[in-house]
């Protein structure tokens, strides 16, 4: 009891001295969210966001995540995120193998996967087939169709084998959470192939300092260390993480959630030795005259408060409790995060009266992972 009353305090005391955003804030991000969200690599994170944040026991950072119910109900319907996925299959062309077509990114269109995956799950009429196509053509695409390194490694454009860290986001987790669903053989080997595409993009892309380049391969490359590229990566490799965790056969993947584990630290650990003093991360993470960015700051505190659960390790909890005040100050009367990159350039801060769908995600992420955070110090 004493144990239990000292947790429950701990647990308050750092809610208060480090507070998220309030339920008013929230909810206006999150609509602005939806209203923003029109690329396919933006509804793939919103459905994602959406979920942490919203739907948690869907999610899958829950030790239930694996099998999801397959009826949901009043309390649980996850509609907003399942309406991202009826919007995208119903629109899908018939000729498609990707669920959007003609993005240019062989990457992003997986990144809206698992919205689809769960909508077939969960779909009240077993005859309707529509998502379980979608969902099938989509992995299909990625395993047979989509270019790749002569070292297995998928590219993340359509027209020229092309690595760029934020297909780490957008296809393993997807590919992944398939498996997960699957069982059985199916489930282990796309579990392993989700975790091979993780070491191979990072086998190309990260330099001596333990930060990952940009872009690798192609007819051009951005060597930059591109901070929301380092939080792609790092967030999407927790995901995969995380599904083999929760799944029946986790005890088949003890080495590579090892290796994740060390790889996801790695980013952490070598970004937020560039932390300014107000809490930021700047666009380029080691150049200091490149422009802040609040986006990427967001992502990776929201990493970085996972982690901690994961790793059992709150060594940087300090980093991601300076990020979330900077977050805090960043959120605009309106709901809207303020002072982000522009995420079609990567090199420029978004224009005035220009808003980053991504980074409105991006905070509903770190508010669901602080959140879990203040839930794991209350417990025994």
């Known amino acids: 009891m004493i144990l239990s009353n000292l947790l429950a305090i701990s647990a308050a005391l750092f809610m208060k001295l480090n507070p998220s955003l309030d339920n008013n ?53 996850a509609s907003d995120v399942l309406s991202i996925a009826q919007r995208v299959v119903s ?76 297909f780490v986001y957008m296809v393993p987790p997807f590919i992944a959470y398939f498996g997960s669903l699957e069982g059985g053989e199916g489930e282990r080997n796309l579990l392993q192939i989700a975790y091979d595409q993780c070491r191979l993009y990072r086998d190309a892309l990260r330099d001596e300092n333990g930060l990952w380049r940009h872009i690798a391969q192609g007819s051009w490359q951005d060597n930059a260390h591109w901070a929301t590229g380092n939080a792609w990566a790092a967030a999407g490799m927790l995901r995969v993480h995380q599904t083999m965790n929760h799944t029946g056969q986790a005890n088949l993947f003890q080495g590579q959630q090892a290796n994740l584990t060390t790889w996801i630290q790695d980013i952490l650990v070598n970004s937020w030795k560039y932390q300014q003093n107000n809490g930021t991360l700047l666009n380029v993470l080691d150049d200091p ?10 992502l990776l505190a929201s990493v970085t408060y996972r982690m901690a659960v994961i790793a059992k390790d709150a060594s940087l909890i300090p980093f991601a409790n300076k990020a979330l ?51 794991h110090i209350s417990k025994p």
Request: net charge negative.
């Open 25 to 77: 804030q929230l909810s206006a991000i999150r609509s602005n969210l939806l209203q923003s969200a029109n690329a396919s690599w933006e509804l793939g994170t919103a459905a994602e966001a959406l979920t942490e944040y919203s739907w948690p026991s869907l999610s899958v950072f829950s030790p239930s995540a694996f099998p999801p119910p397959t009826r949901l109900n009043a309390t649980l319907n």
């Open 91 to 166: 629109s899908k062309k018939d000729n498609s193998l990707p669920l959007i077509s003609d993005q240019g990114s062989a990457a992003d269109p997986a990144s809206i996967g698992p919205a689809v995956l769960l909508a077939n799950w969960t779909r009240t009429d077993p005859l309707d087939k529509k998502y379980t196509d979608a969902a099938g053509s989509q992995l299909g695409y990625l395993l047979s169709v989509a270019p790749r390194s002569k070292e297995g490694a998928i590219s993340h454009r359509v027209d020229q084998v092309q690595l760029w860290a934020d």
């Open 289 to 298: 005259k490149s422009f802040a960015d609040s986006a990427s700051t967001a």
């Open 325 to 375: 005040k900077l977050i805090h100050s960043s959120v605009d009367a309106q709901g809207w995060l303020q002072n982000t990159v522009d995420p079609l350039t990567f090199n420029t801060p978004s224009k005035p009266g220009a808003h980053s769908p991504e980074g409105q995600a991006f905070v509903l992420l770190l508010h669901a992972a602080w959140r879990a955070y203040a839930q």
